[in-house]
């Protein structure tokens, strides 16, 4: 069993900047993917960054070049650095990694940016 808690959400204004958490309860050194998604308001859940093993790392286009996706094994953590924020950044953001080949879910932290 593993579970999944992020934090670092808010309410932030458009050029703003925040940084997600994401903490495992078991070591992540063997997990060869964690990731983070999104979900706005009426639309499909989707992929924002994801984390490789091997230190590979993949972005949505949408958010290319303004966040970044970073692992720190040693606190069993996944981060989510969001530079540049913008509205239709605007959703709930979920820690997601796969483990005994069934995908685990946290509860996932609101993001809204807006003036």
């Known amino acids: 069993q593993v579970q999944l808690v992020e934090s670092g959400g808010g309410l932030v204004q458009p050029g703003g900047s925040l940084r997600l958490s994401c903490v495992a309860s078991r070591s992540i050194v063997s997990f060869s993917a964690m990731a983070w998604y999104r979900q706005a308001s009426g639309k499909q859940r989707e992929l924002v960054a994801r984390?490789?093993?091997?230190?590979?790392?993949n972005y949505a286009d949408s958010v290319q070049g303004r966040f970044t996706i970073s692992r720190d094994n040693a606190k069993n953590t996944v981060y989510l650095q969001m530079n540049s924020l913008k509205p239709e950044d605007t959703a709930v953001y979920y820690c997601?990694?796969?483990?005994?080949?069934?995908?685990?879910w946290g509860q996932g932290t609101q993001v809204t940016v807006s003036s």
């Open positions: 997601n990694t796969v483990f005994l080949y069934r995908d685990v």
């Open positions: 984390t490789m093993v091997g230190g590979s790392t």
